[in-house]
């Protein structure tokens, strides 16, 4: 069997905070596995991530 590996994003720093709808993707080989869209805006005192509804699952064979 393979090995099951994870990379992970968080905000570290204030600059990494790009306003507007990022798009995260899990990838096996060449294949794409699922895509989730979400909104990151601006930090009133704190940083703000909402998840949009938006994703796709596809782990047909």
Known sequence: MGRLHL???KFDHEWE???GVWILEVWH???KL????FNVSEP???RAC???PTH???LGG
Do not use: A, F, H, M
Not at 34 to 37: A, E, G, P, V
């Open 17 to 19: 905070i790009v306003p």
């Open 34 to 37: 699922l895509t989730q869209s």
């Open 56 to 58: 796709t699952v596809d």
């Open 44 to 46: 009133e005192s704190t």
């Open 50 to 52: 909402e998840p949009t």
């Open 29 to 31: 080989k060449k294949r």
């Open 7 to 9: 990379d992970g994003y």
